[in-house]
């Protein structure tokens, strides 16, 4: 996926955790939003093309991958499904 489709699906997502290293970030719903150069500092790689793993959840963009990150993340998904 090159740069600019990168850029159109982080432009889609409202809330976003980001695996960076020990840490997951987490931008929008009571977080800071994510901007322009966070999309493509931790979207982006640096050939111009989409970083992956990629999780798109509705509204939600998770990137990178651990278990206890997916495990949390489908956790509440399943949650808010069962709520509606």
């Known amino acids: ?8 699906l982080a432009a889609r997502g409202a809330r976003f955790l ?6 997951t970030l987490r931008f929008g719903a009571g977080h ?9 500092r ?14 798109v959840l509705g509204d939600l963009i998770v990137r990178g991958y651990t278990e206890e990150l997916y495990r949390e993340v489908l956790t509440q998904w399943t949650q808010e499904g069962a709520r509606k």
């Open 32 to 40: 800071p939003p994510l901007s322009r150069g966070d999309a493509e």
């Open 18 to 23: 980001v695996k960076a290293g020990a840490a």
């Open 42 to 55: 931790h979207l982006v790689h640096e050939d111009g093309f989409l970083r992956v793993p990629v999780l």
């Open 1 to 8: 996926m090159p740069r600019a489709a990168a850029l159109e």
